[in-house]
């Protein structure tokens, strides 16, 4: 791991230990496939829920791990600054909610 990938990762855990674990649960969902470990979430995050790690199976070698989820205060700072669309917060419950309103305005997702 290069240097400026590690001061990252102690930037994150000094933000992290600064504070207490979130008292609301938000799911975070990494698509690694798109992660290119840029590290903008992980710098970002007020948290530090994030960190960067060794990936073989990525190409650039470096991809996000979700290393304190009960951390995550929800903010979607990581989400919005990801430049390849490959973090999300709460996710599911988003989805889940468009299909609910789907179900109730008969409306299928295409309108
Ligand atoms: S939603 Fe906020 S707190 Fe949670 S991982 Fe993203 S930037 Fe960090
Ligand atoms: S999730 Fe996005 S912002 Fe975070 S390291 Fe991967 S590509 Fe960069």
Do not use: W
């Amino acid at each position: 791991m290069e240097k400026f990938e590690i001061k990252l990762n102690e930037d994150a855990l000094i933000r992290r230990e600064k504070r207490k674990p979130s008292p609301q649960k938000n799911k975070l969902t990494v698509k690694k496939i798109y992660c290119k470990g840029c590290g903008l979430c992980v710098d970002i995050c007020p948290t530090g829920t994030l960190q960067l790690e060794d990936n073989k199976e990525s190409k650039f070698g470096v991809s996000v791990k979700i290393d304190a989820q009960e951390y995550c205060i929800g903010c979607k700072l990581c989400e919005s600054r990801c430049p390849d669309f490959a973090i999300f917060v709460n996710y599911n419950e988003k989805k889940e909610k468009n299909e609910k309103k789907t179900s109730i305005t008969g409306k299928h997702n295409r309108c």
